[in-house]
């Protein structure tokens, strides 16, 4: 139990345009979910947390225009790079948990590359 | 703002041995996770520590929390090949997670 799938797995798309990825939670109610980026060869920054049905809540330093999060039901969140750089370049990893456990449920990750 | 720290970043270790990682952090937390990543994978969930002098064990890796010292161990017995990894460890605090840098094990033979 307690899946949580990405889709896209990878990615590559051209500077200046946007790029959705979904995180689904196949098996349970996601009541909270992340988001995080991680560079090559570094930690996990969470860039976001956004509680289903009302606005996520951003780190010091993450763009939300630039970064849009929806979390539009207990299964399903989407984070949306719009107007994406070279720079936007990482591996985005969500993850998400319910309201009974101590666990955070990693998705797969989705590997973005911007040319 | 919450810190945490992992030492060391780097460990090489020849199979059969035993080593300790350390993660120290800066604020009272109300748990701490260890992860495994693989090489371009995401995070394989190994223990989560709720109460001060928790110890959990499976199989060679052995995880202990002190809450009073701020400290956590993940305790590697007999290293085998298939222990490489980045290990991180993660404290929850006001309902989100700051992760340590990690430590790249490497298990030579």
């Known amino acids: 139990g307690a899946v949580v799938s990405q889709h896209p797995s990878w990615v590559i798309c051209k500077s200046g345009t946007s790029v959705k990825i979904e995180c689904r939670s196949l098996?349970?109610?996601?009541?909270?979910m992340f988001w995080y980026r991680q560079f090559p060869k570094q930690s996990l920054m969470l860039m976001a947390t956004?509680?289903?049905?009302?606005?996520?809540?951003?780190e010091q330093g993450v763009e939300k225009d630039k970064f849009l999060i929806n979390h539009a039901s207990l299964t399903l969140s989407t984070l949306t790079v719009t107007s994406a750089h070279p720079e936007d370049s990482s591996f985005y990893i969500c993850?998400?948990?319910?309201?009974?456990?101590?666990?955070?449920?990693f998705g797969p990750g989705t590997r973005l590359t911007v040319t | 703002e919450l810190k945490v720290e992992q030492n060391p970043l780097f460990l090489s270790m020849q199979e059969g041995k035993n080593y300790t990682i350390y993660c120290n952090y800066s604020?009272?937390?109300?748990?701490l996770y260890w992860y495994r990543q693989d090489p371009g994978k995401s995070l394989e969930s190994l223990f989560v520590?709720?109460?001060?002098?928790a110890v959990k064990q499976e199989g060679r890796l052995m995880a202990s929390l002190d809450t009073k010292a701020r400290l956590s161990t993940l305790h590697i017995t007999a290293a085998v090949h298939d222990l490489s990894a980045t290990y991180f460890c993660?404290?929850?605090?006001?309902?989100?997670?700051?992760f340590g840098d990690g430590t790249t094990l490497t298990v030579k033979p």
């Open positions: 993850s998400a948990s319910d309201r009974d456990s101590y666990e955070q449920y």
């Open positions: 098996d349970f109610q996601a009541t909270t």
């Open positions: 956004s509680n289903e049905g009302s606005k996520a809540t951003y």
């Open positions: 604020t009272t937390s109300d748990r």
């Open positions: 520590l709720l109460s001060n002098g």
């Open positions: 993660a404290v929850l605090n006001a309902g989100k997670s700051t």
